[in-house]
């Protein structure tokens, strides 16, 4: 019986020895794992720009800044794959990229790509900015061969020299040096003039050119002729209105003889400016720019009312 007894405790010992409901490990260590920081989680790199796209005129230059936010290791800029027909650089300061892009002078507007590459030690991200780059001068041209082609289809481009006329042939009657049967014979030779300016200034475009400048606009539109070409075209209407213009300017002087309160117009010289279409606006015979404004010399200070009539302008 006793030897029983003892039989029984050592087998109870060597269970509990062999981990059967213990809380310790082989190694006398705790089951459960150490307290401490969380391991860090690194971010992959995110790029944004200042600038999603751009506009700029010829001989213009712009500066747009990249930011580079949890940058691993050393940063870089790729700007090699940019082909195109301006010039683009960069500086790094910090996790801030300026890229400089210019434009030189240009023949035809462009909208083209500006590829970017930055790289860290772990990310590379490529970005694409878009340019809308503007030939400036051919913008100006075009917009004097808008405005000439709309003098022809409305047939305003002689109205200054038509008021400056009539306010000649006016200013005679009022001050008594001509009479009422002169001043209506002006009128009648002025008609006269006008019929004639218009059938060689206007109805020639009318009936043959309009439809081709408007092809030429088009053309120019879409890069298929340049700048040089357009204004080409403008010079060419230019110079047949300023010489359908020849009868208006006789019948225009014929007045002014009249009378010596009236001065003679030495030219009509027909062109384009941001005022309006005009022979006397941009002809150095009767006054000069003054920055953005056109200032009649004192002998034609009529023509200063006359040209910025509302019937004129543009």
Not at 78 to 91: A, K, M, N, P, R
Not at 122 to 131: F, K, T, W
Not at 183 to 194: F, H
Not at 200 to 224: A, C, P
């Amino acid at each position: 019986m006793k030897l029983k007894a003892i039989y029984c405790l050592l087998a109870l010992t060597q269970v509990t020895a062999c981990g059967g409901g213990s809380d310790a490990n082989p190694s006398g260590g705790s089951v459960n794992p150490a307290t401490g920081a969380n391991p860090s989680v690194t971010k992959d790199m995110t790029v944004t720009s200042s600038i999603e796209a751009i506009t700029l005129g010829e001989n213009e230059e712009v500066i747009f800044n990249l930011t580079a936010n949890d940058v691993t290791g050393t940063l870089s800029v790729d700007l090699t794959q940019y082909t195109g027909i301006g010039f683009v650089s960069s500086t790094i300061n910090g996790s801030t990229i300026s890229v400089t892009y210019s434009l030189p002078e240009m023949v035809n507007n462009k909208t083209e790509e500006i590829p970017i590459i930055i790289k860290d030690s772990d990310n590379e991200i490529a970005l694409n900015i878009s340019s809308n780059a503007i030939n400036t001068s051919g913008e100006i041209i075009l917009n004097e061969v808008e405005a000439l082609r709309n003098a022809i289809v409305q047939r305003t481009a002689y109205n200054d020299i038509l008021l400056a006329a009539k306010s000649y042939s006016t200013m005679q009657y009022l001050n008594g040096d001509i009479s009422k049967s002169t001043s209506i014979k002006q009128s009648e030779n002025l008609e006269s003039a006008k019929s004639e300016a218009f059938k060689w200034g206007f109805d020639t475009y009318l009936d043959v050119n309009v439809t081709e400048i408007d092809e030429r606009i088009v053309s120019y539109e879409n890069s298929e002729i340049s700048e040089q070409e357009l204004e080409i075209l403008s010079f060419s209407i230019s110079d047949s209105l300023t010489n359908g213009a020849t009868y208006l300017i006789d019948a225009a002087n014929s007045i002014a003889d009249k009378s010596s309160s009236t001065p003679s117009l030495p030219s009509y010289i027909v062109s384009a400016s941001p005022i309006g279409v005009s022979g006397f606006i941009d002809n150095e015979q009767y006054g000069f720019w003054d920055k953005e404004n056109w200032v009649f010399n004192n002998d034609y200070q009529l023509l200063t009312h006359v040209v910025n009539s509302p019937c004129y302008s543009n």
